[in-house]
């Protein structure tokens, strides 16, 4: 060990009762998050949440095709856009979903649009599910055509979830006074409700934001919290961020430092890749306080928190097919090192040295020597 990880021995202590403390679990979080290298995880997501935008939009402006109202309202529904992120140019965000709309073929457009946007969103949902499982040590237990199928339905789930959000957003402001006029509500009604839909969305988005931490990993939690201290944080954080987001492009604004498409853009991405990784975290913090909670139980959840599995069946393959693997790469090591001949099942995974299809030893040097973690000594030979 480098000697600038060594740290000075801290003096004994006898706890009657011990138990870990809250920044035990901060840290096992952090190291967690690093093991797993969250911002690759959070970059895919990002990419594939990316990836269903243009597709969505596409489906959306083919509506308003349809509906033969394609300057005023897609005009309109950009000046929104810009209400709700000031650092989006309307004019450049209408122009090119007009763009789109000229391009696109109606109704061809629309059934593609969604079945693109759907597809690129489950992916998105399908990499937080992977970034769950390895938060939890675990694997997708589903084979993949029902995994796929599950993975659809909550897309459409959380799809109309955040479309509902995003309403909640957009009715407000001058949108809202508007609203009121044209509905006969009083200027009282109105400021009630530019201030009560605040809380409704950060109720709506820490229930959605539960039920991901607990549908996510394949193990089954021992009781389903409507409100977890991980999402409840990783949603004040995310609603923090947005204020801090809008403050910023205002400023920025004023600067003429956000100018054009590309710039939107990026700063889309950068938003979404932050909230995955606020996302991810506040799930490894729920993960890192269970374990805390079982330790203080007397369960052994140092390595592995002690959680059944939902899912059962890929795993079970993958070990008997590890298992196998593990089998015949034994078999030829064992008679390489003892030179005597090996009896085992013929399969077309093992064959004669000095045949067509084996893979035979190099006078090349094939080794470098061990590496840091070195399988178990179960897997071994004597």
């Given amino acids: 060990m480098p000697r600038r990880l060594l740290r000075r021995p801290a003096p004994a202590h006898t706890y009657l009762r011990p138990r870990l403390t809250l920044f035990h679990v901060i840290r096992r979080t952090i190291m967690k998050l690093v093991g797993m290298q969250v911002w690759d995880v959070a970059g895919g997501m990002t990419f594939y949440t990316l990836l269903s935008v243009v597709p969505g939009a596409i489906a959306i402006v083919s509506i308003v095709s349809m509906l033969g109202l394609e300057d005023e309202t897609v005009v309109t529904a950009a000046g929104l856009v810009h209400e709700l992120l000031p650092e989006i140019n309307p004019d450049v965000l209408a122009s090119t979903l007009l763009s789109l709309a000229n391009s696109s073929t109606g109704v061809l457009g629309l059934v593609l649009g969604l079945i693109g946007s759907i597809i690129s969103a489950s992916n998105a949902l399908a990499?937080?599910?992977?970034?769950?499982?390895r938060i939890y040590d675990t694997r997708e237990g589903r084979q993949f055509l029902?995994?796929?199928?599950?993975?659809?339905?909550?897309?459409?789930?959380?799809?109309?979830?955040?479309?509902?959000?995003?309403?909640?957003?957009?009715?407000?402001?001058?949108?809202?006074?508007?609203?009121?006029?044209?509905?006969?509500?009083?200027?009282?009604?109105?400021?009630?409700?530019?201030?009560?839909?605040?809380?409704?969305?950060?109720?709506?988005?820490?229930f959605v934001v539960s039920v991901a931490y607990h549908r996510g990993p394949n193990v089954v939690q021992p009781r389903f919290r409507w409100l977890s201290w991980g999402g409840l944080a990783a949603v004040l954080?995310?609603?923090?961020?947005?204020?801090?987001l809008g403050w910023l492009a205002s400023y920025a604004s004023a600067l003429d430092w956000v100018l054009g498409t590309l710039s939107s853009l990026g700063v889309a991405m950068m938003v979404f890749w932050v909230s995955f990784?606020?996302?991810?975290?506040?799930?490894?913090?729920?993960?890192?306080?269970?374990?805390?909670?079982?330790?203080?139980?007397?369960?052994?959840?140092?390595?592995?928190?002690?959680?059944?599995?939902?899912?059962?069946?890929?795993?079970?393959?993958?070990?008997?097919d590890a298992a196998q693997a593990r089998t015949t790469a034994q078999a030829v090591v064992e008679s390489v090192r003892t030179g005597e001949p090996v009896t085992v099942?013929?399969?077309?995974?093992?064959?004669?040295?000095?045949?067509?299809?084996?893979?035979?030893?190099?006078?090349?040097?094939?080794?470098?020597?061990?590496?840091?973690?070195?399988?178990?000594?179960?897997?071994?030979?004597?």
Avoid: C
């Fill in 277 to 320: 990784i606020v996302l991810v975290a506040g799930a490894a913090f729920d993960a890192e306080l269970l374990r805390g909670r079982q330790l203080a139980t007397g369960l052994p959840a140092w390595d592995t928190l002690q959680l059944r599995t939902r899912h059962t069946r890929t795993l079970e393959f993958l070990d008997e």
């Fill in 146 to 206: 029902w995994f796929r199928t599950v993975i659809f339905f909550e897309t459409l789930v959380l799809m109309a979830a955040l479309i509902a959000v995003l309403l909640l957003v957009l009715i407000g402001g001058d949108l809202s006074t508007r609203l009121g006029d044209l509905l006969g509500l009083t200027t009282a009604t109105v400021t009630l409700w530019n201030i009560l839909k605040w809380p409704a969305i950060l109720a709506v988005l820490v």
């Fill in 345 to 382: 099942p013929r399969s077309p995974w093992i064959a004669e040295a000095d045949t067509f299809w084996s893979i035979d030893s190099s006078d090349q040097p094939v080794s470098t020597g061990k590496p840091y973690r070195t399988p178990s000594p179960d897997h071994e030979l004597g």
């Fill in 237 to 244: 954080v995310l609603f923090t961020m947005t204020l801090l």
């Fill in 127 to 133: 990499s937080f599910h992977r970034a769950m499982h």
